[in-house]
Protein backbone atom coordinates (compact mmCIF):
# COMPACT_ATOMS: atom_id res chain seq x y z
CA UNK A 1 0.00 0.00 0.00
CA UNK A 2 2.84 2.24 -0.47
CA UNK A 3 2.52 5.47 -2.71
CA UNK A 4 5.65 7.73 -3.89
CA UNK A 5 4.91 10.80 -6.55
CA UNK A 6 7.66 12.54 -7.94
CA UNK A 7 6.35 15.85 -9.43
CA UNK A 8 4.18 17.30 -6.58
CA UNK A 9 4.43 21.00 -6.74
CA UNK A 10 3.68 21.59 -3.28
CA UNK A 11 4.25 25.58 -1.81
CA UNK A 12 4.09 27.65 1.24
CA UNK A 13 -0.01 27.86 2.02
CA UNK A 14 -0.83 24.53 0.09
CA UNK A 15 -2.27 22.30 2.33
CA UNK A 16 -2.44 18.57 1.59
CA UNK A 17 -5.46 16.54 2.46
CA UNK A 18 -5.25 13.05 3.09
CA UNK A 19 -8.02 10.01 3.40
CA UNK A 20 -7.61 6.73 4.23
CA UNK A 21 -7.43 3.76 6.36
CA UNK A 22 -4.66 2.07 9.02
CA UNK A 23 -5.52 -1.47 9.02
CA UNK A 24 -6.08 -3.43 12.05
CA UNK A 25 -2.43 -4.66 12.59
CA UNK A 26 -0.28 -2.13 11.49
CA UNK A 27 2.57 -1.21 13.23
CA UNK A 28 2.61 2.69 12.16
CA UNK A 29 3.23 4.37 8.45
CA UNK A 30 4.69 7.84 7.53
CA UNK A 31 4.11 10.65 5.06
CA UNK A 32 7.17 11.86 3.76
CA UNK A 33 7.95 15.17 1.77
CA UNK A 34 10.44 16.79 0.13
CA UNK A 35 13.04 16.67 -3.04
CA UNK A 36 13.38 12.47 -2.57
CA UNK A 37 13.55 9.94 -0.25
CA UNK A 38 17.00 10.95 0.93
CA UNK A 39 16.53 14.36 1.24
CA UNK A 40 12.84 14.95 3.37
CA UNK A 41 12.02 18.66 4.55
CA UNK A 42 9.32 16.51 6.75
CA UNK A 43 8.91 13.07 8.03
CA UNK A 44 5.64 12.40 9.59
CA UNK A 45 5.37 8.90 11.49
CA UNK A 46 2.53 7.81 13.86
CA UNK A 47 3.99 4.79 15.88
CA UNK A 48 1.67 2.60 17.20
CA UNK A 49 3.81 0.13 19.25
CA UNK A 50 4.95 3.22 21.20
CA UNK A 51 1.61 5.79 21.32
CA UNK A 52 3.55 8.66 19.41
CA UNK A 53 3.85 10.50 16.45
CA UNK A 54 7.91 10.85 15.37
CA UNK A 55 8.45 13.64 13.32
CA UNK A 56 11.87 14.41 11.74
CA UNK A 57 13.92 15.46 8.47
CA UNK A 58 16.83 13.93 6.55
CA UNK A 59 19.31 15.77 4.64
CA UNK A 60 21.71 13.26 2.34
CA UNK A 61 20.36 10.38 3.48
CA UNK A 62 21.14 11.27 7.19
CA UNK A 63 18.31 11.52 9.99
CA UNK A 64 18.22 14.59 12.17
CA UNK A 65 16.86 15.33 15.69
CA UNK A 66 13.62 13.79 15.93
CA UNK A 67 10.63 15.50 17.61
CA UNK A 68 8.73 13.39 19.84
CA UNK A 69 4.72 13.90 20.16
CA UNK A 70 2.76 11.71 22.66
CA UNK A 71 -0.63 12.89 21.35
CA UNK A 72 -1.42 9.98 19.61
CA UNK A 73 -5.44 10.31 17.70
CA UNK A 74 -4.77 7.44 15.30
CA UNK A 75 -6.70 3.69 15.94
CA UNK A 76 -5.90 0.50 14.11
CA UNK A 77 -8.85 -0.27 11.89
CA UNK A 78 -10.06 3.31 11.78
CA UNK A 79 -10.77 5.97 8.55
CA UNK A 80 -8.94 9.05 8.91
CA UNK A 81 -8.84 12.50 7.48
CA UNK A 82 -5.64 14.78 8.72
CA UNK A 83 -4.32 18.21 7.26
CA UNK A 84 -0.81 18.71 6.27
CA UNK A 85 0.12 22.80 5.42
CA UNK A 86 3.28 23.39 4.39
CA UNK A 87 4.32 27.36 5.57
CA UNK A 88 6.94 29.41 4.59
CA UNK A 89 9.01 28.24 7.99
CA UNK A 90 7.18 24.87 9.30
CA UNK A 91 4.58 22.52 8.59
CA UNK A 92 1.59 22.11 10.22
CA UNK A 93 -0.31 18.90 10.68
CA UNK A 94 -4.10 19.16 11.30
CA UNK A 95 -4.56 15.57 13.33
CA UNK A 96 -8.29 14.09 12.91
CA UNK A 97 -9.22 15.54 16.73
CA UNK A 98 -8.31 19.06 15.88
CA UNK A 99 -4.58 18.59 17.48
CA UNK A 100 -1.88 20.26 15.54
CA UNK A 101 1.91 19.28 15.20
CA UNK A 102 4.04 22.02 14.25
CA UNK A 103 7.67 21.02 12.86
CA UNK A 104 10.19 23.71 11.23
CA UNK A 105 10.86 23.57 7.54
CA UNK A 106 14.93 22.68 8.98
CA UNK A 107 16.01 23.21 5.29
CA UNK A 108 14.03 26.69 4.30
CA UNK A 109 12.35 24.72 0.96
CA UNK A 110 10.15 26.81 -1.26
CA UNK A 111 9.30 23.84 -2.94
CA UNK A 112 8.49 20.41 -2.27
CA UNK A 113 8.25 17.67 -5.50
CA UNK A 114 8.52 14.58 -3.90
CA UNK A 115 5.87 12.86 -1.30
CA UNK A 116 5.82 9.56 -0.09
CA UNK A 117 3.21 7.19 1.77
CA UNK A 118 4.84 4.14 3.71
CA UNK A 119 3.30 1.46 5.91
CA UNK A 120 0.12 0.81 7.08
CA UNK A 121 -1.98 3.88 5.65
CA UNK A 122 -4.80 2.51 2.71
CA UNK A 123 -5.44 5.63 0.98
CA UNK A 124 -8.54 6.99 0.49
CA UNK A 125 -8.70 10.52 -1.17
CA UNK A 126 -5.29 12.50 -1.66
CA UNK A 127 -5.37 16.19 -2.45
CA UNK A 128 -3.06 19.51 -2.62
Given at each position: GNLEILNLDMKPGNTLK??????SDTVGFSINLGCSLKDLAFHFNPRF????IV????????????????????FRGSTVKFFTEMLADK?????PDGHEVYFPNRHNYHKINYVSILGGFKMISFRL
Open positions: LKGKIPNESVCNSKRSDVWQTEHRDSHLPFFRVKL
